[in-house]
């Protein structure tokens, strides 16, 4: 596909008035995409239930839900980590394909992953020199190569002198930001960053999220940016997209999805968050776990759990648009209304 079709193809047009990045190219294109793993000894666990996700230029998509939502096998896919069962990933509109991340071809380097533990990007016994030397590539002539290493430790506030150490020398946070100036290196037009901060301090979750939310802004750069940590995907994220059992149950703009959450788990998330909601505890409707998806419930997955789960539930809700969001829940309305009356 040239770069032509592309541009055309998967450049989402919104209405008027919505920010710029719902009018912006699509960088990175989720279709219908499974994931199944066949343990041995057990059911095929689908990870991952025929998801659709996009993210724009210049976006921040949170993807949030409990553990053991398909969140990561999910990014994995994305990333080009591995293959789905089924369903595509397109990335500027080429097919993603799981080549193993160093032979993948120069267009496919623009996007990169950030793990939770910076060691799955770093390797511990090369310097950081190094390693973001590789991200760089060797056209370029020794001096200029030099210039751009000074430049990237810069850019994620580390001093120069990082380069001839080794990842082990720094704390939690330094690796997290190496990290980044590794992905950096490859001048990224998406990230996908998986729980980046989920194992690091307060003050280094909030070093690193302002440093790849600036990334964003002033690169043009996606971010699709996962967590179980809703109050952080609040405050970061333009789009959120809440995952359940395998599937994408409500996606809606960040700031509309916590003040007014439709899907009844999209409510008992919002509704846990103590500094959003009025009651600040874990709501009844989320007792209980993630079933194990190699035996997910027939029709609507979130039934065992819900409040609200009627006959209609027994059949599998598609997602749709209604009350201005894109929810996966035949209830939707009689919810809502229900909701207005109380207050
Ligand atoms: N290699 C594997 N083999 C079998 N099952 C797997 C494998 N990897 C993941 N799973 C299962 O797939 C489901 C989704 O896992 P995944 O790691 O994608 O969830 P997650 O949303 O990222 O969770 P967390 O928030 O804990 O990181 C889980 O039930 C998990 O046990
Ligand atoms: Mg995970």
């Known amino acids: 596909m040239t770069n ?11 209405p008027a008035g919505l920010p710029a990045w719902d009018r912006a190219p699509v960088r990175l294109s989720i279709e219908d995409v499974y994931v199944d793993y066949r343990p041995r000894g057990r059911g095929v666990v689908r990870a991952v239930a025929g998801v659709d996700l ?22 994995r896919v994305a990333a080009g980590l591995s293959a ?5 990933v397109r990335f500027d ?19 990169q992953m950030i793990f939770q533990d910076p060691g799955g990007s770093l390797n511990s016994r090369r310097t950081v020199g190094a390693q973001l030397l590789d991200g760089v590539g060797d056209e370029l002539p020794a001096a200029a190569r030099e210039q751009r290493l000074a430049e990237l430790l810069d850019r994620v506030g580390m001093p120069a002198e990082a380069s001839t150490r080794f990842p082990h020398e720094f704390s939690g946070g330094q690796r997290q930001r190496l990290a980044i100036a590794r992905a950096l290196a490859a001048e990224p037009e998406l990230i996908i960053a998986d729980e980046p901060v989920t194992a690091l301090d307060a003050s280094a979750q909030a070093q690193v999220v302002s440093l ?13 940016f996962i967590s179980h940590d809703l109050a952080l995907v609040h405050e970061i994220a333009d789009r959120t997209a809440v995952m359940y059992l395998g599937k994408i149950i409500e996606t809606a ?21 103590p500094q959003i909601s009025a009651a600040p505890r874990l709501p009844a409707v989320l007792r209980g776990e993630v079933p194990d998806p ?10 065992p759990r819900c409040p609200h789960a009627a006959e209609v539930c027994l059949t599998e809700p598609p997602l749709r648009h209604t009350l201005h969001t894109l929810v996966a829940c035949h209830r939707a309305e009689e919810i809502a209304a229900a909701t207005e009356e109380e207050m």
């Open 4 to 14: 032509d079709t592309a541009a055309t193809n998967h450049t989402a047009v919104g």
């Open 54 to 75: 996009n993210v724009a230029a210049g976006e921040v998509v949170g993807l949030v839900g409990e553990s053991g939502c398909g969140k990561s096998s999910l990014a």
């Open 84 to 88: 789905p069962s089924s369903g595509t």
């Open 93 to 111: 509109g080429a097919p993603v394909a799981p080549l193993g991340w160093q032979r993948r071809p120069t267009a496919q380097t623009r996007l």
């Open 212 to 224: 790849l939310l600036s990334l964003v802004r002033e690169l043009n750069m996606g971010l699709l």
């Open 253 to 273: 703009p960040t700031r509309q999805l916590m003040a007014a959450p439709v899907h009844p788990y999209t409510r008992a998330l919002v509704g846990a968050i």
């Open 294 to 303: 190699s035996r997910a419930p027939s029709g609507c997955r979130f039934r």
